[in-house]
């Protein structure tokens, strides 16, 4: 199989190229590709040490770069190797300068400035990594979304994803035989959702978690049968509170976290209006 290379060439941390070309290559099957970051590109001299890269193994070049200077000698140094060369956030920018009618600032990772939202998003990490797994319950109250599943729902993963949007989200384990924390039932200003997955899905999952702790043996955290018996439980309990239900089969952490999101966006409409 033919190997491709692919340049991701930004002036910030390079976060956004990487995204967006991972979200683009898994729409090519069969298709093997090697991509190389380069980012805190901000200087002529550091562009002319990463096109050396791309000389020695040519492939297509991706960029975010605002510098209208290291721009054009990007795109001639591209065009001297001819390799083929795209300014990922072009379109979108001036669809918004054109909306919005301002011209962009120019300034190379103002997405990651410390502003307000920078430490809102902080805050928010800070949050969730002191209520993963049912913790400080205490507290329970002052999350924007709780959520509620049995074990390996991926509850603490969907937590660490919405809590880089800025949302403080806990996360609390259904373990059989042991009740639930009375902050979860109070927790009036919340938006509990309950996760729930497919029993031979979750079967597969949580013997893998075993097998990495070295602990090869049936137990009951393994067998299909009492999982479909924790999921029936679990699924009646959402029901019953009246909490809205993700099935996270099939779903990705990102898919997730986003259906949690238009929840939670739609809740705070609501309670605006």
Not at 179 to 198: C, R
Not at 241 to 246: N, S, V, Y
């Amino acid at each position: 199989m033919d190997v491709y290379q692919l340049h991701l060439i930004s002036d910030a941390t390079g976060e956004t190229l990487n995204s967006v070309a991972r979200a683009c290559l898994v729409l090519f099957e069969g298709v093997e590709v090697r991509d190389h970051l380069w980012p805190l590109v901000r200087t002529s001299r550091q562009l002319q040490q990463v096109m050396s890269e791309v000389e020695a193994e040519p492939g297509m070049v991706i960029f975010t770069l605002v510098d209208g200077g290291l721009r054009k000698e990007l795109e001639e140094s591209c065009r001297r190797l001819n390799v083929p060369c795209i300014a990922v956030l072009d379109p979108v920018i001036a669809a918004l300068a054109s909306y919005l009618g301002v011209e962009s600032s120019g300034r190379p990772g103002r997405q990651h400035a410390m502003d307000a939202e920078y430490f809102s998003r902080i805050d928010a990490m800070n949050y969730v990594l002191a209520h993963d797994d049912g913790q400080s319950t205490v507290d329970l109250g002052q999350a924007d979304v709780i959520l509620v599943g049995v074990s390996r729902t991926s509850k603490t993963p969907t937590s660490v994803y919405l809590a880089n949007r800025g949302i403080k989200a806990a996360n609390v384990p259904i373990v059989p035989g042991w009740p639930l924390p009375p902050e979860l039932l109070k927790a009036q200003d919340a938006l509990i959702v309950g996760l729930t997955e497919n029993p031979a899905r979750l079967v597969q999952i949580r013997r893998n978690r075993m097998q990495m702790l070295q602990e090869e043996h049936d137990t009951d955290y393994t067998d299909l049968d009492r999982i479909k018996q924790e999921v029936a439980a679990a699924q009646r309990l959402f029901k019953q509170q009246g909490w809205p239900i993700i099935d996270v089969t099939r779903r990705s952490i990102e898919e997730t976290a986003a259906a949690i999101l238009k929840l939670y966006q739609q809740r705070q409409r609501e309670q605006a209006s």
